[in-house]
């Protein structure tokens, strides 16, 4: 494990050369800030809002890799006091989907912080989130000696075809995509780096009913008191050392835990799957892309009679999708 996580941040550490920074307000970063690092390709019309939630879950600066938008993403965070911005040409695949890239930005500039690592359809709520922001979440994890916290990823879906209403700049997304599964889970428990394996929603339902092994997983550890030593390894799915993937309790009880609620299916992501399939920068040549845009064709609503309409985090933690473990 120890090789394995020394290769990973070597190539973090070869990746680096692919980067350009374009902008660079790292020297305002404080020693309390938290952090939020991500990998974006034309996501324009999801910044303002993507922003805005995270300032006011009391994110201090924004470590942006931008892949090479051409949609006006760039030159928006540009100008931007608490976002940082590098930009590359390089193949998103070929750095393991993002991973290199923010493996070395969390290195050389996240050690020592609290740090977010999300994509920007990606939100994070989670126990007392409604009064409470991310700080204080971290205050506690620091007090009980916890340097990761886990965050399963719940699709969110508008009711009827996702391309029916339009989603606005600066809109909350949770607007149009309402609903989610609120059961339909398989979870496993990888015995090599010990973390979750969490599959099913919506997309094991209607796009991988054949074969639900394949389907996407949903198990995040999105927020981790990051040291220089650490490495993702795939998405945000598991780290190492290993032991920073041990986010659930394996001697009765439940550990705290938080939900990423995704917004990833709205009536943008038709012109996304459209852009993969030529791009084919995704896992296993984009083949899950090719999955959704030919279902979608056929049929764009993910809609079903047991889908629920999303209230707040006290829902998910009845639900089982979330808990608040001893933090009161």
Not at 115 to 128: G, M, S, W, Y
Not at 264 to 273: G, I, N, P, R
């Amino acid at each position: 494990m120890r090789l394995q996580r020394k290769r990973a941040l070597w190539r973090a550490f070869r990746a680096r050369r692919q980067l350009a920074c374009v902008q660079d307000n790292t020297p305002r970063i404080r020693h309390d800030d938290l952090l939020l690092v991500s990998t974006l390709r034309n996501e324009r019309v999801r910044l303002p809002y993507f922003l805005s939630y995270y300032r006011g879950m009391g994110v201090r600066h924004f470590l942006m890799i931008d892949n090479d938008s051409d949609d006006g993403t760039r030159e928006y965070l540009l100008g931007q006091k608490d976002v940082s911005v590098w930009h590359t040409t390089a193949s998103y695949r070929n750095a393991l989907f993002g991973v290199h890239w923010m493996n070395w930005i969390a290195g050389k500039y996240c050690h020592g912080h609290w740090t977010l690592t999300v994509d920007v359809d990606e939100f994070l709520v989670f126990p007392f989130c409604d009064t409470r922001p991310i700080p204080a979440l971290t205050d506690w994890l620091d007090s009980s000696g916890i340097r990761s916290f886990s965050a399963m990823l719940i699709d969110m879906y508008p009711k009827g075809p996702i391309d029916a209403q339009p989603y606005r700049e600066g809109q909350d997304p949770f607007e149009i995509a309402e609903w989610f599964d609120s059961g339909n889970y398989m979870i496993s428990t990888n015995p090599v780096y010990r973390n979750l394996w969490i599959q099913g929603g919506p997309r094991a339902r209607l796009f991988f009913a054949e074969e639900p092994v394949n389907a996407p997983a949903l198990n995040k550890i999105p927020l981790v008191k990051w040291h220089r030593s650490y490495a993702y390894l795939q998405s945000t799915h598991m780290l190492l050392p290993r032991g920073l993937n041990l986010v659930y309790e394996t001697r009765g009880g439940e550990k705290a835990s938080g939900a990423l609620l995704h917004a990833k299916f709205l009536d943008t992501f038709m012109e996304k799957t459209e852009e993969e399939l030529t791009r084919r920068q995704h896992y296993a040549g984009s083949r899950e892309y090719v999955i959704y845009h030919d279902r979608l064709q056929r049929d764009p609503d993910l809609w079903c009679n047991w889908s629920e309409k999303y209230i707040n985090w006290r829902q998910l933690e009845i639900l089982g999708l979330m808990s608040k473990g001893n933090w009161a």
